[in-house]
Every structure is written in C-alpha cells, then in structure tokens.
C-alpha cells in the first residue's frame, strides 16, 4: 500500500506526513493478503496494534473482530477465537486500553496494575470493596475456582444480586471482576452469549508466561509506553499514556527517559500545539492507499482528539446520544481511503434478513467523486465476511442516493 520510504530522523512533520507514519503503524501501509488468512497475518496485525479492545455491542460485529477485517479484509474469525481462547493460547484478556485482547508477552508488563489491584487501587469504586473489608467474600470464590474448575459469575449463586445494581452485576459478578482486575483469575473462555468463564491465571497461560519475571513498575511503564510509540508512530504525550491508560505521574519521567536513550524522537507535527513523539523505527511512507471501514473501538481512532488532529474530521460514539440528537447514527463506522477519513455509515448486521443495513451515508465535504464505488465495494466485502447475503441502504444521508445507485449497479 506504501510508496517508497526514507528513514531519516526529522525534527518537524507536516500534518500529511504525520497522518501517513500514524497509518503505516497501525498496518494500514501494506496490502492487504492475497490469498487465505493465517495465524501468521493475525499475529502481524497484532504486532502493530499491539491490542484489540473488547465491547458488547454487537450492531455490526463484536468490537474486537472488526480491527482485524480492516487491516486484513475478510479473515476467518475463528481464527481470533483460536487465539484469544483455544490451545495453544496466543492472547489473554485483561484492562489496558479498556477490556482488551493483549499478545501474552504483554502479561508481565502489566502486573504492576494487578497489584495495585489488589490494593484497591485503580479499580472501579463497586469492586473497591473485595480488595478490603469484602475480601473474603472473593477468596471464597478464588477458592471455589480453584477447586471445582473454571466458572462464570452466572454459575456462583453465594451471593445475591442487588436489585438496580450498576449494569445489573450480582455480587458475585463484582468480586470476580476484583479477582480478575488483581490477576487471580482470568478468563478461559467465553460462552455463546459472551459471557466470561474464569479459571486460575496459572491454569490458563502457559508456563512460560506465568513464571517470567515481573519488572519493576518503571520498567514496565517504560516498556508499555515504548509499544503504544511503535502502534502510535508519531504521538502526543497524552496519546502515548493513553494507550495502554498509564496515569501522567507514571508516564511524564518513563517519557523524559525513553527520550535520553533516543528511544523516543521529539518532533513538531503541523497544526498540533502539544509536543510530539516519532517512533525512530517508524516507516514514512509516501504514499497510502487504505480502503477500510473504522470501527469506533479500532485503536487508529478511538481517541477522538487523536482523530481529530490527524484527519481533520470530528468522530463522535453516539451510542449513548439520544436518537433525535444523534448526527450519523447510532452505530457509525467511518470510511478510510487513502490516508482520509471521507466518510461515515451507519451500519447494522440484520442477520434475520441476511442483510447489511446502511442506515445512513454521508461523505465528508473533500470526499472524490468516486467514493460510492469504493465504499460499495467495501461494504460488499465486509458484507461476505459476515454471512450476509445483500447490502440495503436507507435513503438518509448525502452520499446516500450514490450508493444505492452504484450496489444496484
């Protein structure tokens, strides 16, 4: 996908030439696979993002499938399952940006947020509890698991649900979430409905993982920062810690270092008022010829500022928005091509119908004039990959009209 690079070190970029490093970083600067989808393709991909974050919301496809469809077009998904929660295991769960899906050499690097876990520290204020004064409640629990094998929140019934709880979460729910937030547990499967299975840390990653050596908690936060600049290519500060959600106390003096030892570039990026970062080993391609549909959880834009800085284009998850307030809709994916975002779609997987619903199109206002036939040709794609069998498109939205015509074509 990328013209010819040069690897010089500059101490300013251009806004375009920023937007082409950020992209080859996060995959989008090579082609995607000609022929069938390995493990080995998956686990590039996850070299560049280096996570997949997970979210229930299941309009389209759960949240952690669809990076990979835009990076790698329409791959197997059992291959992900395979990795995430097969043998041999090649992923694990846990909070890094957000829930996520981490590469297992990631583990030790973030017992630092297990300990402190398991001080209460760093958790949400409704599990804060099983660190302290509920805590052998959630022992009881480990001791359970440990015992009669993996289990999930909905297979305890020791403590009851409160009614109007927070999301609805049973007691039992909150303390294995504590135990899984401080690394006792993690999760050895999930059932159809999505819901996690847990079993002892140690039974579930292999061995070699286990028994690695923890580093101090400078290091780690060295090391984390030190991936999030290789997927981020060129960054903020701001954006470098919130990667992987380290606190500015941890990451400022982790940052001044990796600077001194030149593991990290400071750069001046048009447009930006904030200092930047290049990643030294970053690729500048020339040239990007992406085509993809974003999800809002894909790691290229989840952070709306990020986005903003880098396409010109303000993102908003409009999930949480009332229907009547919402711009895009509900479930809004936005449309990459070349190094632009120069479009968005609403889109719902109608799997009763077989049908992938566009529920809205609207271009952005320098979109080509060809963005209908690329955005069709996605959409026919992604389409596949989920089983559907047509794409129907709702008359909402200016690019609406033009891609109904060009799928009926």
Request: overall charge positive.
């Amino acid at each position: 996908m990328s013209g010819s690079q040069t690897r010089r070190k500059p101490d300013s970029l251009s806004l375009a030439q920023a937007r082409r490093i950020a992209l080859a970083a996060q995959g989008f600067g090579e082609a995607r696979p000609a022929g069938a989808v390995t493990q080995r393709h998956l686990s590039r991909a996850l070299e560049r993002t280096s996570l997949l974050q997970i979210d229930s919301v299941n309009v389209v496809s759960r949240a952690h499938y669809l990076p990979l469809f835009s990076r790698l077009g329409a791959y197997p998904r059992a291959l992900l399952d395979e990795a995430a929660w097969g043998r041999p295991r090649r992923l694990f769960e846990y909070w890094a940006h957000e829930a996520s899906l981490l590469p297992l050499r990631l583990q030790p690097l973030l017992r630092w947020r297990m300990e402190r876990a398991r001080q209460g520290l760093g958790v949400w204020g409704n599990v804060k509890p099983f660190a302290h004064e509920r805590r052998s409640e959630a022992e009881a629990i480990l001791e359970r698991i440990r015992k009669e094998g993996p289990l999930a929140a909905s297979d305890l019934d020791g403590l009851k649900k409160k009614s109007g709880g927070w999301w609805g979460w049973s007691e039992d729910k909150r303390a294995v979430e504590w135990l899984f937030w401080s690394g006792f547990i993690t999760t050895a499967t999930r059932r159809n409905s999505f819901e996690r299975v847990y079993d002892l840390t140690e039974r579930v990653l292999p061995q070699a993982v286990v028994q690695a050596p923890t580093p101090s908690p400078a290091d780690a936060h060295r090391a984390l920062l030190r991936i999030a600049a290789r997927s981020l290519g060129v960054a903020t500060a701001g954006d470098l810690r919130d990667y992987f959600r380290q606190s500015p106390g941890d990451a400022k003096p982790a940052i001044e270092t990796l600077v001194e030892d030149g593991a990290l570039v400071p750069v001046k990026v048009e447009g930006w008022s904030q200092a930047a970062y290049l990643d030294p080993q970053a690729r500048m391609p020339r040239r990007i010829d992406a085509r993809a549909l974003l999800v809002p959880f894909d790691p290229l834009i989840w952070d709306r500022s990020r986005t903003e800085r880098l396409f010109c284009v303000r993102v908003r998850l409009e999930i949480y928005t009332p229907a009547h307030k919402r711009e895009h809709g509900y479930y809004v994916l936005p449309f990459l091509l070349g190094d632009r975002i120069v479009g968005r779609m609403d889109l719902k997987s109608d799997r009763a119908a077989g049908v992938l619903r566009v529920q809205s199109a609207h271009a952005e206002p320098d979109a080509p004039a060809d963005v209908a036939e690329h955005l069709a040709a996605e959409l026919r794609l992604m389409a596949g990959w989920l089983g559907l069998e047509a794409v129907a498109v709702e008359p909402r939205g200016d690019l609406a009209g033009r891609l109904a015509r060009t799928l009926a074509d």
